[in-house]
């Protein structure tokens, strides 16, 4: 297929625009992508990293949407680097190795493509990060809405569970687990998924993360004390760096 052809499938033109960084620390492949992604409206590189150590340092002071990943790199492999990371954007790795697929799954990335990488590929992967972060926009919406989420469903038990959101006290995370703490029932359940896929499900007028482990239903919390939330017998930690948000949310302004 030539490139004309292939920018015929290119997705309706819209206003989304992902902010991209792409992590090679082979020259001459990271000339290929910024070339592929100067091709494709909807993608807008703001920086080219040469290992993971720089996408690192990008990443603390400037958040993207998606990033271009190799896996095989000196120092931190892409696998490392992406499992160290709390806030996670949409990624797509771009590696010469097969082996590491699994672990591309494990890790919820939006595609895993192989190099030598054609135009039709590379395309492909990015309009799947364009849904997936439009299905993700469209979700935050709904959650928002007048229309309140009554339930969510969740994979536990070897099966889908519904959980009605007025019975969750507060959720936990656990690497890859999380554990929902519910009113009803003594023992929390637990299911594999993380921190960020759970929060999106959840409506964000009535659940607020306080820590990198913790989400809490704001009609659940009883009181705050030294940096504590109390949840019924429970008293979870408020990290500093959700503090402020937290206190902006409930609508108190500290002294």
């Known amino acids: 297929m030539s490139e004309e052809e292939s920018n015929e499938k290119f997705t309706e033109v819209s206003s989304t625009v992902l902010r991209c960084i792409a992590v090679d620390d082979e020259s001459l492949a990271l000339d ?17 990293c040469r290992n ?10 400037s958040p993207v949407d ?7 790199m000196p120092g931190l492999t892409g696998v490392q680097f992406l499992e160290g990371l709390t806030q996670k954007p949409m990624v797509i790795f771009v590696t010469a190795y097969q082996q590491y697929a699994i672990e591309g799954f494990n890790l ?3 595609d895993y493509v192989l190099k030598p990488i054609s135009f039709e590929r590379f395309l492909k992967a990015t309009n799947k990060a364009l849904d997936f972060y439009k299905s993700k926009s469209s979700t935050r919406q709904q959650s928002s809405d007048t229309t309140k989420l009554e339930y969510i469903f969740i994979h536990a038990d070897y099966s889908l569970m519904k959980i009605m959101l007025d019975d969750i006290l507060y959720i936990e995370g656990l690497k890859d687990y999380i554990k929902i703490h519910l009113k009803t029932q003594k023992f929390p359940v637990v299911c594999r998924m993380t921190m960020k896929s759970i929060e999106e499900k959840l409506p964000s007028s009535d659940f607020l993360r306080i ?5 809490v239903s704001l009609k659940k919390v009883e009181s705050i004390r030294n940096q504590k ?15 402020e948000h937290f206190y902006q949310t409930i609508g108190y302004q500290k002294q």
């Open 211 to 215: 820590h990198k482990s913790f989400i």
């Open 52 to 61: 993971a150590f720089e996408a690192m340092e990008y990443l603390q002071k």
């Open 229 to 243: 939330i109390k949840i019924g017998e429970n008293h979870i930690p408020l990290s500093e760096n959700y503090a």
């Open 32 to 48: 290929l992508l910024e070339d592929n992604i100067a091709k494709i409206p909807f993608l807008k590189l703001e920086a080219r």
């Open 108 to 110: 919820d990335v939006v």
């Open 66 to 72: 998606l990033i271009f990943l190799d896996i095989q």
